[in-house]
């Protein structure tokens, strides 16, 4: 129950001005109606669906929320689901040829050669009626991601392009018609199975295992003509990965580029595409060229950047995982080039035969090469191929993790410190995927399924709970650290209409302090207000902050410690620390001035919120924007500030 401080009208004028001590266990009145911090109102109430819309306080943390533009993956049962509806509209000799049992002879049985059906699996897409050909298009597009112009986008661009070799000079053995599609072993969600489809000029090798993607690669794209025009649309469908790798080369200095220029002559990725036609698929032992620790943040980004439009085909949840792997990898990734170029001219990159590009991670390789043409022997057209050192075929169906489940981080819901969380506390999720809409609790107890979203924590004694849910968007989801969860490591996970969409692991601590601060980033102007105790035990209530609509912003006001006898004390709302062992575990400091605090723990109002009352130093009259620090049980608390005049 919320308290009050006593009415002290019988106590001896040396007892007001100890009173600190009788405020031990004792919780200053929350006004609600009146000044509970606004900032933090509106960021619980938005939590509820109840903000006010200007002031825009209840916000994502952007460092940690991926680009919230990216539409929710298609779930992996829906490819599975079209893959059996294409299967059903087949005959029974046609399901013959499209499914077979996996082998690793059959898994690696793709080319980048017009040989048709004698180095491919599958069914032809010209054996296929409108009705089977659509569905077929139907389980690719599943399959892979929705970035403009990559995907099932790009997959069918190339395929037109083949259309226009034949048309110009390239005879029969060119047509979109002559792409396949195959499936190794049954599609299923409980079992492992390839997707593979290509041609030509492209080869896809999607890994499956118990309803997860484990495997994307080896993926293989080519192109002739660079730019062609159909039904009156020009398309250059490779110019997406052309460019990146341009803008990352052209981004090396003199020297750089020095280092990462190879000797050796490339007339094809080395990693041949094809593997039925002489490919051994060994990567090389030795990595070559320029390393990316070496480079500058700046440039390491363009790194990443270069290998997006390969890793972006894929789902986008899956693409989302393994950029994070790559990114996370880049300080053992290196690249390399041949060719004359310039420092600092994207133009000179990757433009003449026997140009050539390459990243090679602890993961990822990827191989770009020019080649005189085959049809238009005027132009140069590209080769590419991209492979994973670690997931190649799902390294044969064996591997479990799924790439297609978010990786989600947990954070404290107030400092936004990411590792460790109190049980009880409020704690924010940030992954991709976590959800098909944007919605708030409405009810009290919070629910445990909001929009069919579930969180669910495993703790350390490997008991599963629910965890109450405040809020869930498809890239953020709040919640409360359910009772009871037992100290030590837990796994999270996010389960959307029943099927796992994130997973992440965190440390169950006791206490974790974190503070709330107006600009729900976890920094700046403490959450709260400021009860002022006259000497005749009258208490007000005055505000820490107000909204200023010119810079659209909460700015301090000013705290008036008053005459000698005003007592001033800091309602700083946070969370995390309502287990702390005792009232002498919490430490605070105002302005480097050690001060006490009359309570700390649970605020009684709002679920999950704590509540410190801390003494504001009269010594620190003038002082302007001062840092406010708390600790419980040896944990600090992240740093906030207020402003005394």
């Known amino acids: 129950m919320i308290k009050k401080l006593k009415n002290d009208n019988d106590l001896s004028n040396h007892a007001r001005v100890k009173r600190s001590r009788h405020l031990q266990s004792e919780k200053i009145l929350l006004v609600f109606s009146l000044l509970l911090s606004l900032g933090f109102a509106a960021y619980y109430l938005a939590s509820l669906g109840i903000v006010h819309a200007a002031s825009n306080v209840f916000t994502k943390k952007n460092a940690l929320v991926a680009d919230s533009s990216i539409p929710n993956a298609e779930n992996i049962s829906d490819v599975v689901t079209k893959a059996l509806v294409f299967k059903a509209l087949l005959s029974t000799t046609q399901q013959a040829t499209l499914e077979q049992t996996y082998t690793t002879t059959l898994a690696r049985r793709w080319s980048n050669l017009p040989c048709g059906s004698s180095c491919r699996n599958g069914i032809q897409f010209s054996t296929l009626n409108s009705e089977q050909l659509a569905a077929a298009l139907e389980v690719i597009k599943a399959a892979m991601g929705t970035v403009a112009n990559e995907g099932s986008a790009e997959f069918n661009q190339i395929r037109l392009a083949d259309t226009y070799l034949g048309a110009n000079g390239g005879g029969s ?17 409980t079992g492992t199975w390839m997707l593979q489809f290509g041609g030509h000029h492209y080869g896809a090798n999607i890994a499956f295992n118990q309803g997860h993607v484990v495997g994307t690669t080896p993926q293989f794209e080519a192109l002739e003509p660079l730019s062609f025009t159909s039904n009156g649309t020009t398309y250059a469908p490779l110019t997406q990965e052309r460019d990146a790798l341009a803008t990352m080369l052209a ?74 792997i790559y990114q996370d990898e880049l300080n053992g990734t290196y690249i390399a080039f041949t060719g004359t170029a310039t420092a600092g001219d994207a133009s000179t990159f990757l433009v003449s035969n026997a140009n050539y590009a390459r990243i090679d991670g602890p993961s990822v390789w990827i191989e770009f090469a020019c080649q005189s043409g085959v049809v238009f022997r005027n132009q140069i057209h590209y080769h590419t191929v991209w492979r994973d050192h670690v997931r190649d075929y799902g390294k044969d169906l064996s591997l479990t993790t799924a790439l297609d489940v978010s990786a989600v981080a947990a954070t404290s819901g107030a400092s936004y410190v990411a590792g460790s969380l109190a049980p009880e506390s409020i704690g924010s999720l ?26 669910q924590v495993k703790d350390s004694a490997a008991i599963t709970r629910s965890a109450p849910l405040f809020y869930i968007s498809p890239t953020q989801i709040n919640f409360q650290v359910p009772a009871n969860t037992a100290v030590g490591s837990a796994t999270i996970t996010v389960l959307l209409n029943g099927t796992l969409v994130g997973s992440g692991t965190f440390t169950v601590t006791a206490v974790v302090p974190g503070m709330f601060t107006f600009s729900s ?32 912003a909460y700015v301090a006001v000013p705290i008036d410690l008053g005459t000698y006898t005003d007592q001033l004390f800091l309602i700083a709302l946070g969370t995390g620390y309502r287990n702390r062992s005792s009232l002498a575990g919490i430490t605070a400091t105002i302005g480097g001035t050690s001060t006490d605090v009359s309570y700390a723990g649970a605020q009684g109002y709002y679920i999950g919120v704590d509540q ?14 001062v840092n406010v620090a708390l600790g419980a049980d040896g944990n600090a608390a992240n740093t906030v500030t207020i402003n005394i005049k």
């Open 612 to 625: 410190a009352n801390i003494l504001i130093p009269r010594s620190l009259a003038g002082r302007g924007s």
């Open 251 to 324: 981004s090396l200095s003199s020297t750089q580029l020095a280092s990462a220029k190879l000797s050796t002559t490339f007339s094809d990725t080395t990693m041949t595409p094809g593997e039925s036609n002489g490919g051994n698929g060994t990567f090389p032992t030795t990595k070559v060229g320029l390393a990316v620790s070496t480079l500058s943040d700046a440039q390491k980004l363009l790194v990443l950047a270069a290998m997006k439009p390969w890793v972006q085909d894929m789902d986008d949840a899956v693409a989302a995982n393994l950029l994070k």
């Open 521 to 552: 980033d976890g920094s700046g102007i403490a959450t709260g207000y400021v009860t002022r105790v006259k000497a005749d035990g009258t208490q007000t209530f005055e505000a820490l902050a107000q909204y200023d609509s010119t810079q659209k």
């Open 430 to 455: 940030f992954g991709t995927g976590l959800a098909a809409s944007t919605n708030s609790a409405t009810m009290i107890p919070l629910p445990t399924t909001l929009d069919n979203v579930q969180v």
């Open 173 to 189: 053995g060119y047509s979109e018609g002559i792409y396949f599609i195959s499936f190794l072993n049954t599609p299923s969600t």
